[in-house]
């Protein structure tokens, strides 16, 4: 494996590393996604607040780790302030957490076929540049030269497909936990709103009749 890749060319250095960079950022996404399960649906969490269970919420928060959960305690733990603001600034900080690393791994998908390319390149230059100077007595050292070149395209393009299943799946995650985070966090926003409007209502039906 090892004589393979140094048949690959100069250019193999690149492409290993980014290889190298690619399954580490991978694994930590992996690591990164395992940790965010929950035991209990955002909807149910809501509920909770619906019938005004707010300490339950944040107990019950802080045992379930995940995106759309800490978006929500953010809501409940201002919401006597700003829950909207409180939520989109979390939100902001979740999204950012979850596109992590994805640009590195873009850009080993677009630049490691590259490389490969830039490989072949210029391995199939010196093979022409040994023709030259040898002519068509060394078939052999041309033919070499060539197959040696293409090792750089089939390994760039071994990592920019390996690398370009998760994250493609990573990207997926992340779209759909932000969609979550909008629907949840808005309906979340509703009923806090509802909640204060009925607070009010009682309150001033509660001093009417005192003033009378």
């Given amino acids: 494996m090892l004589e393979l890749l140094i048949k690959g060319g100069v250019l193999m250095i690149p492409i290993v590393i980014a290889s190298i960079v690619s399954v580490t950022l991978i694994i930590e996404r992996f690591i990164y996604w395992r ?12 509920r909770l607040v619906e019938a005004g269970k707010f300490d339950e919420f944040l107990k019950k928060g802080d045992a379930n ?16 302030h700003q829950a909207t603001l409180a939520m989109e600034a979390e939100a ?21 076929p590259l490389l490969g390319l830039l490989g072949t390149i210029i391995g199939m230059i010196q093979s022409f540049g040994v023709m030259s100077s040898t002519g068509l007595g ?18 760039g393009l071994i990592v ?3 690398t370009l299943i998760p994250y493609n799946y990573f990207l997926s995650k992340a779209e759909k936990t932000t969609e979550d985070i909008e629907r949840y966090a808005t309906r979340l926003e509703m009923v806090l709103i ?9 309150s001033e039906g509660f001093i009417t009749p005192a003033l009378n």
Avoid: C, F, W
Wanted: glycine share 6%; net charge neutral.
């Fill in 160 to 162: 920019a497909i390996t």
């Fill in 194 to 202: 509802k909640a204060e409007l009925e607070e009010q209502a009682d």
């Fill in 92 to 112: 902001i900080k979740e999204m950012k957490e979850m596109n992590k690393h994805l640009p590195a791994l873009d850009t080993i998908i677009t630049l490691a």
């Fill in 35 to 46: 940790k965010q399960k929950n035991s209990i649906s955002p909807i149910e969490m809501i």
């Fill in 138 to 155: 060394h078939p052999l050292a041309v033919t070499g030269g060539i197959s040696e070149a293409l090792i750089a395209t089939a390994a």
């Fill in 65 to 80: 780790n995940g995106p759309v959960m800490r978006v929500l305690k953010a809501g409940i733990i201002y919401r006597v």
